[in-house]
């Protein structure tokens, strides 16, 4: 393990070259692995599993969509395809890959087979920390571990794939077996990720929650609805609205800050862009942050878990999603987006 420094800050980090495929593959060679569920990390850690010579199977409930994706994907029934209970059993490593409201509802289903010695595998950690919601209380004598990829499942694959990895973090909750360490290491390295780091449980769902609820996705739509509608109310058109916001934020900016860093792309505008950005800064911080603290403070006193359970056990969660989903979709900002995506040289 190595300790690299991340400005200023040493982190417990582990890459391929210190801890090598071999050296997983020997640690797990007399493991059965279950990837249970075949959703969307599904797909790419088993199969990246699989082709990293991992004994692995899947298990899934039958006659449904991602039963058949599994069959597609080359998996064989009754021989590494099996239904969810069947592979927990024969697993001595089980990947509780569900969805995590699959996870609340199939968990009496899996914990009989947690036996002695076994391991649990999460790729988040919602159900071991907000327990006291999801009942997943797994038994004392078998370890409790993580890895959750910091991207999408298929991103996984796609990059493993060609040559690649995603990072990934990892946890161990519980070491029964005094194991658990080498266990998580070896099988965050087998489903592909790029680099390891360190993590527990809550800090992996709370900053999970926080970034999906913040920058990644809720503050990001609010923040091109507020600077669209105050251009519109002042008489922009929806081209140049939607251009100045969005369009340009993905096409040109975000692609130069993953490259180069935030500071690269300030010294690289104009000195109106950047004078005016560097002091604008400050102002939109000062008025965020608290929303941020609130935000937190929802995720941390498990406001946030208790949204998403009672939602999920809501009939008609689905259908009032695809409401919501459609008055964003035909809104005038999202209607002009579509109009600017025709419209980008190369697009049919
Ligand atoms: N999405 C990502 O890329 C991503 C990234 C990092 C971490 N994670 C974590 O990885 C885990 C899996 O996430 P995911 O996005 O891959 O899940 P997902 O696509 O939402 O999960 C779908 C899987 O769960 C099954 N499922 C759903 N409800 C079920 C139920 N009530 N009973 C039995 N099976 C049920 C589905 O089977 P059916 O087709 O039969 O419904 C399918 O196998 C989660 O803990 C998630 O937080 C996900």
């Not at 796609?158 to 995603?166: A, M, N, P, W, Y």
Request: hydrophobic share 35%; charged share 25%; proline share 3%.
């Amino acid at each position: 393990m190595a300790k690299i420094n991340f400005g200023g800050v040493e982190e417990n980090v582990v890459t391929r070259e210190e801890f090598s495929l071999e050296k997983a593959k020997q640690v797990l060679k007399n493991e059965v692995v279950a990837v249970i569920g075949y959703g969307v990390q599904g797909p790419g850690q088993s199969l990246n599993l699989k082709d990293n010579g991992i004994n692995v199977i899947v298990g899934q409930r039958k006659n449904s969509k991602s039963w058949n994706k599994a069959v597609e994907d080359g998996w064989k029934e009754n021989v590494n395809l099996f239904d969810i209970e069947e592979a927990a059993k024969q697993a001595t490593i089980i990947q509780f890959l569900l969805s995590d409201a699959g996870q609340i509802e199939q968990w009496n289903k899996i914990k009989p087979y947690l036996t002695k010695g076994k391991a649990l595998y999460f790729s988040h950690g919602f159900g071991i920390t907000f327990n006291d919601q999801t009942g997943i209380v797994p038994p004392k004598d078998v370890d409790v571990i993580l890895v959750a990829p910091k991207g999408s499942g298929t991103s996984l694959r796609r990059l493993f794939v060609q040559g690649k990895g995603i990072n990934s973090s990892y946890a161990i909750y519980q070491d029964a077996s005094g194991k658990a360490k080498e266990r998580v290491i070896s099988l965050g390295m087998a489903v592909g990720s790029g680099y390891l780091f360190e993590t527990d449980f809550k800090k992996e769902v709370y900053s999970d929650l926080t970034g999906e609820r913040g920058i990644l996705m809720g503050a990001l739509a609010g923040v091109f609805e507020a600077q669209y509608n105050v251009l519109r109310k002042n008489g922009h058109s929806p081209s140049e609205a939607f251009n100045e916001t969005v369009e340009e934020l993905t096409q040109s900016l975000m692609p130069l800050v993953a490259e180069n860093g935030m500071d690269w792309m300030y010294a690289n505008t104009s000195v109106t862009a950047q004078r005016g950005a560097l002091d604008w800064r400050h102002k939109f911080r000062t008025a965020v942050e608290p929303v941020f603290e609130n935000l937190y403070e929802s995720v941390k006193t498990g406001n946030e878990a208790k949204i998403v359970i009672e939602s999920g056990r809501k009939t008609d969660y689905r259908k009032n999603l695809e409401a919501e989903l459609k008055e964003i979709r035909e809104s005038e900002m999202w209607q002009a987006g579509k109009q600017v995506r025709n419209l980008r040289p190369g697009t049919k």
